[in-house]
């Protein structure tokens, strides 16, 4: 949210909820060219768009996040509804929803569980944009929840294949879908035409930094809506994956723990030229737990809220670095996504002002953005949240709010950035209310503290043990066996997980097999990581393919 006020008030709980992980192959109806067009249509009324524009506009005149979409209820059971299709391997469930006119469409089930050997594909009705398969790697197994990406149609199918061996029923309630109406399809014109694509050459300084910048989809009571957020490294250098965004970004009144489950954050959404208006390719992961929230930014704090993303990034990003000195930094940048729109960066050259924000305390950096060689970078609602970082590349503050626009004269283009060093101990001295016990668990007392890359890729599952699993041929061409040591009385998952730490092939082995023959005419070569989990046991080996 862009602001100039700040009038709500949050509340702070603490939840547990999950993240987004994916095996990236196609639905099992595609095998067998199943026809969508054969598959009974479920209509959802389309909202009272008049009704929609007469709330967006009393929203936004308090200066509340602006929304793209609104949620509608569905409540069915998935089973209760879907269309069967009975096949060697397994069932197929199948249910087709249209939302009409819809610019995207968003799932939120409030009840979710999926069995290993289940997989759960999302897709638009022309089989352009699939998401999935999602597995028994999704469950969350104390909230039940879960919730996806957009689609980017009016009409798109929920599917669910059930193995013929695995008698445990899936569970996957429709609890809601979002109807998303503005900022998604168009996202060329969701922010002013003066904004700066990231990847312009005002940002080849900084290309460590964006990696670390991300966009949240936010669920809240009226529906969902955009803020930024930064990924943040701390002082025990343990990839915890902490998101820092603003307060006023979480204006939910919900009471139940699993508000922050439903959230969605979108790495690498950004266009790769700097003249482009899309994402053509982004990584998203969904849930997270509250750490640390300024309950008191309404009237006198810096509005700051502080996330742990449920699962660790292993594609290839930036755990920025901090700092919470006081001296104010003389340039730098912010990176961020206004309306939700491709990564953006804005550009100042003249020393930050420490500021007052609506109280009396010295809680903000006052910035004054200036124009670059590709335009005049500014923030916008959806950029709330997100990072101010010095010339050195390290986050000094968090954007509440401010007058900068497209639109304003150059003098006016200036926005308000919560201090890391007000954020730091502050607000309050219980450990949810600082940034402290979080960023500095180590009690270093650190000032600063330089951003990290870590290792990216699949080596952040890899953990070599040679006596329990054997791949052969390796190198590989054209087929490679798997072979496990022993009987295993549990069934066994194979993963196979390519170099950006993506599972591109996965496979149950049932109780007491101990050996399969994978075919890899349709891998690429390179090297890839075989993964076996059974029980709570796990073994890994590097795999090498060469079909040349």
């Given at each position: 949210m862009k602001k100039t006020l700040i009038l709500m008030s949050c509340i702070l709980f603490t939840v547990v909820s999950f993240g987004q992980l994916r095996v990236e192959r196609q639905p099992r109806?595609?095998?067998?060219?199943?026809?969508?067009?054969?598959?009974?249509?479920?209509?959802?009324?389309?909202?009272?768009?008049?009704?929609?524009?007469?709330?967006?506009?009393?929203?936004?005149?308090?200066?509340?996040?602006?929304?793209?979409?609104?949620?509608?209820?569905?409540?069915?059971?998935?089973?209760?509804?879907?269309?069967?299709?009975?096949?060697?391997?397994?069932?197929?469930?199948?249910?087709?929803?249209?939302?009409?006119?819809?610019?995207?469409?968003?799932?939120?089930?409030?009840?979710?569980?999926?069995?290993?050997?289940?997989?759960?594909?999302?897709?638009?009705?022309?089989?352009?944009?699939?998401?999935?398969?999602?597995?028994?790697?999704?469950?969350?197994?104390?909230?039940?929840?879960?919730?996806?990406?957009?689609?980017?149609?009016?009409?798109?199918?929920?599917?669910?294949?059930?193995?013929?061996?695995?008698?445990?029923?899936?569970?996957?309630?429709?609890?809601?879908?979002?109807?998303?109406?503005?900022?998604?399809?168009?996202?060329?014109?969701?922010?002013?035409?003066?904004?700066?694509?990231?990847?312009?050459?005002?940002?080849?300084?900084?290309?460590?930094?964006?990696?670390?910048?991300?966009?949240?989809?936010?669920?809240?009571?009226?529906g969902t809506g955009w803020c930024s957020g930064t990924l943040m490294n701390?002082?025990?250098?343990?990839?915890?994956?902490?998101?820092?965004?603003?307060?006023?970004?979480?204006?939910?009144?919900?009471?139940?723990?699993?508000?922050?489950?439903?959230?969605?954050?979108?790495?690498?959404?950004?266009?790769?030229?700097?003249?482009?208006?899309?994402?053509?390719?982004?990584?998203?992961?969904?849930?997270?737990?509250?750490k640390a929230l300024d309950t008191s930014y309404s009237d006198?704090?810096?509005?700051?809220?502080?996330?742990?993303?449920?699962?660790?990034?292993?594609?290839?990003?930036?755990?920025?670095?901090?700092?919470?000195?006081?001296?104010a930094s003389q340039n730098g940048v912010g990176i961020h996504h206004p309306n939700g729109d491709i990564k953006k960066i804005s550009t100042y050259n003249t020393a930050l002002v420490s500021d007052t924000y609506q109280i009396n305390a010295q809680t903000h950096w006052k910035v004054l953005w200036k124009q670059t060689t590709n335009g005049y970078g500014v923030t916008e609602q959806g950029s709330s949240g997100s990072a101010l970082f010095n010339s050195n590349g390290l986050v000094v503050g968090t954007l509440s709010g401010g007058y900068s626009a497209c639109t304003v004269s150059n003098s006016q283009k200036t926005d308000w950035y919560g201090k890391m060093s007000y954020h730091w101990t502050s607000n309050g001295n219980a450990d949810n209310l600082q940034l402290k016990p979080w960023l500095d668990p180590a009690n270093t007392g650190a000032t600063t503290l330089n951003g990290n890359s870590f290792s990216a890729g699949?080596?952040?599952?890899?953990?070599?043990?040679?006596?329990?699993?054997?791949?052969?041929?390796?190198?590989?061409?054209?087929?490679?066996?798997?072979?496990?040591?022993?009987?295993?009385?549990?069934?066994?998952?194979?993963?196979?997980?390519?170099?950006?730490?993506?599972i591109v092939y996965t496979q149950f082995l049932q109780s007491n097999q101990i050996c399969t023959k994978i075919s890899l005419t349709n891998f690429t070569d390179g090297l890839y990581l075989v993964q076996i989990i059974s029980g709570n046991k796990r073994a890994t080996k590097k795999l090498i393919v060469n079909n040349k």
């Open positions: 109806s595609f095998d067998i060219k199943t026809k969508v067009e054969t598959i009974p249509i479920i209509n959802i009324q389309k909202p009272d768009m008049q009704k929609i524009e007469k709330e967006d506009l009393e929203a936004e005149s308090m200066f509340k996040i602006r929304r793209f979409g609104v949620n509608l209820p569905v409540h069915s059971d998935l089973f209760n509804i879907s269309t069967q299709i009975k096949t060697a391997e397994g069932t197929i469930y199948i249910a087709r929803f249209v939302a009409e006119d819809a610019e995207a469409i968003t799932l939120y089930s409030d009840k979710l569980f999926i069995p290993e050997g289940g997989e759960l594909y999302l897709y638009t009705s022309d089989k352009a944009q699939v998401i999935g398969a999602f597995t028994s790697l999704n469950n969350n197994l104390e909230e039940k929840t879960f919730a996806t990406e957009l689609l980017f149609s009016d009409n798109i199918v929920i599917e669910y294949f059930q193995p013929e061996w695995q008698k445990e029923q899936a569970i996957i309630e429709v609890s809601e879908l979002c109807y998303a109406y503005r900022d998604v399809s168009d996202l060329n014109k969701a922010s002013g035409s003066c904004n700066v694509n990231v990847n312009c050459s005002e940002g080849d300084n900084w290309r460590q930094q964006q990696k670390g910048v991300c966009r949240i989809q936010l669920k809240f009571n009226s701390n002082t025990s250098q343990d990839k915890k994956p902490y998101i820092l965004t603003a307060a006023h970004c979480v204006e939910s009144l919900s009471l139940t723990s699993s508000y922050f489950s439903y959230f969605v954050f979108y790495f690498d959404y950004e266009s790769a030229s700097c003249t482009g208006s899309s994402s053509t390719s982004y990584t998203t992961l969904t849930g997270c737990s509250l006198k704090g810096s509005d700051f809220c502080l996330l742990l993303m449920h699962n660790t990034p292993t594609f290839n990003t930036y755990w920025c670095g901090w700092s919470r000195e006081t001296t699949f080596d952040t599952y890899y953990s070599d043990n040679s006596n329990s699993l054997f791949l052969y041929p390796n190198p590989a061409s054209q087929e490679v066996t798997i072979n496990l040591v022993s009987d295993s009385k549990e069934y066994a998952l194979i993963n196979i997980i390519n170099s950006q730490g993506k």
